[in-house]
T-cell receptor
């Protein structure tokens, strides 16, 4: 029983396409996150949602749009994909948006050609 | 800009030795500190969390925090080849978890 799951695991697509990544957590957590890990392995927060509401939106191009249909799901839609979007995208969740531990999903490896 | 600094390594230690991983952070208001381990091609998994000054031990792992010096460390005793991974230091500010770039640890048999 996976705590934080993501689909797809791998995504290979052409520049200019639109794609979505889905995330689900079954931990009963209130807060979910999207992180990007680039080729140099630097892990950086993109978005954070608490109970379906956006609470953190770091400096991310507006081609990236998160959507949270309920507190167990946080999806990431990316428009007009660019080469620089190639990275591993991790979803994570925590009990709330305070100081608690974040638990990570397995990651989605996105390659833009 | 909140920063978390780690030596990228690799840090090479023989099996059975103590591995010492260090991290400094810039935000004095930080309250929570975490060490994550990330194997190649896998997601980060929590090793230790620490919230107050001093040492916290869990099995072979000891986290040390010194808020005055803005310094966090992780000691791994009796290092095993299976400990070879990248160790990410993460610091929680008001509501954002900021990661360092990680230190690669290589434990040789």
């Amino acid at each position: 029983d996976t705590a934080v799951s993501q689909t797809p695991k791998y995504l290979v697509t052409q520049m200019g396409n639109d794609k979505s990544i889905k995330c689900e957590q079954n931990l009963g957590h209130d807060t979910m996150y999207w992180y990007k890990q680039d080729s140099k392995k630097f892990l950086k927060i993109m978005f954070s949602y608490n109970n379906k509401e956006l609470i953190i939106n770091e400096t991310v191009p507006n081609r990236f749009s998160p959507k949270s249909p309920d507190k167990a799901h946080l999806n990431l839609h990316i428009n007009s994909l660019e080469l620089g979007d190639s990275a591993v995208y991790f979803c994570a969740s925590s009990q709330d948006s305070g100081q608690e531990t974040q638990y990570f999903g397995p990651g989605t490896r996105l390659l833009v050609l | 800009q909140k920063e978390v600094e780690q030596n990228s390594g690799p840090l090479s230690v023989p099996e059975g030795a103590i591995a010492s991983l260090n991290c400094t952070y810039s935000d004095r208001g930080s309250q929570s500190f975490f060490w994550y381990r990330q194997y190649s091609g896998k997601s980060p998994e929590l090793i230790m969390s620490i919230y107050s000054n001093g040492d916290k031990e869990d099995g072979r792992f000891t986290a040390q925090l010194n808020k005055a010096s803005q310094y966090v460390s992780l000691l791994i005793r009796d290092s095993q080849p299976s400990d070879s991974a990248t160790y990410l230091c993460a610091v929680m500010g008001y509501s954002t978890l900021t990661f360092g770039k990680g230190t690669m640890l290589l434990v040789s048999p």
